[in-house]
């Protein structure tokens, strides 16, 4: 801080010396006493001192006051020191006029965001009355295709799910309803909606009650479960999916499925990253992971994977 202030006063301060040093040799050219220069010299120096610490003082308080300004990111743009000299006075109104733009920016794109969520919403509600329709349509046909066109069906219905629960995100607690819930209750709902999908793919599942109640929102809960059941299902060939409850309160969920590379492991819960398994299956479209562990983290739980190729 000391540095800045002498850089800041740099012109002032050679100009002090530039001057003690002419009248200095002026002095001396006419012959006036040494003591009499020296004593004037001290004179001024201690003023220069004494005025330049009281500025100092001045510059510091101002200082940290726009650090707590900036700090403090309620502020109000009036709380902002006072200027002290014209330049000053033009940076604040410069501030102003940006702060003033800023505003006026945030409210015309929070308007925009608005309507833009409100849209996909009653898109996302209204979309689910034609694939009721045609759930209605295929449910007394047990042909193959049939039964393929339903597993469709609920692939679609699955990504509108999505897409609702990604518009929610940002509700955050407005839409939660936590209470102690059957994780028994949750796990056989999820299981059940991927039913006959087990039925077609031939996947055993190895599940026994964990007899556990979790402090949570059942809603969210089940959709995170429903994504990772959905997920097991779809790079699982062959095999089984077991569900059991491990030490220190984990519910575990396991495949026999192609695995996740090592090197993708670190980055499945972000949002897009589709990972080599998404770019081999070109149809992954890296939201699943990303919203479970939004989710889960905004309930207060976590979510780890643990894989690796073939595995």
């Known amino acids: 801080m000391i540095l800045s202030y002498i850089r800041l006063n740099i012109k002032t301060l050679l100009l002090f010396l530039l001057f003690t040093a002419v009248f200095g040799a002026m002095a001396y050219v006419y012959g006036i006493p040494a003591e009499a220069i020296g004593y004037a010299l001290l004179l001024c120096i201690i003023a220069a ?36 000299n014209l330049i000053e006075s033009d940076y604040c109104e410069i501030i102003r006029i940006l702060n003033a733009s800023k505003k006026e920016t945030a409210s015309r794109l929070t308007g925009q965001y608005s309507s833009l969520i409100d849209y996909y919403t009653m898109w996302a509600h209204q979309i689910k009355t034609p694939i009721a329709a045609m759930r209605l349509v295929l449910s007394d046909n047990n042909t193959d295709t049939a039964r393929e066109l339903r597993d469709e069906l609920q692939k679609t219905e699955q990504y509108v799910e999505m897409v609702l629960m990604y518009l929610k995100l940002d509700a955050g607690a407005e839409d939660y309803v936590i209470r102690e819930c059957n994780l028994d209750s949750i796990i056989r709902q999820a299981v059940k909606k991927y039913a006959a999908q087990f039925i077609r793919k031939k996947i055993r599942l190895e599940y026994d009650p964990v007899q556990y109640t979790v402090l949570t929102d059942e809603k969210w809960l089940m959709f995170v479960i429903e994504q990772i059941v959905s997920n097991s299902l779809k790079y699982t060939r062959k095999g089984y999916i077991t569900i059991t409850l491990e030490e220190g309160d984990i519910l575990c969920i396991r495949d026999t499925g192609i695995g996740i590379d090592e090197a993708d492991i670190p980055r499945v819960f972000e949002k897009g990253f589709t990972g080599l398994n998404g770019r081999t299956d070109k149809k992954a479209t890296g939201i699943g992971l990303y919203l479970c562990r939004r989710i889960l983290t905004s309930l207060g739980h976590k979510i780890r994977i643990s894989s690796s190729a073939g595995e």
């Not at 940290?64 to 700090?71: G, K, S, V």
């Open 49 to 84: 001192l004494v005025t330049s610490g009281a500025d100092f003082i001045k510059f510091r308080a101002k200082h940290r006051a726009l650090l707590q300004f900036a700090e403090d990111v309620s502020c109000s743009i009036s709380n902002m020191p006072a200027p002290s």
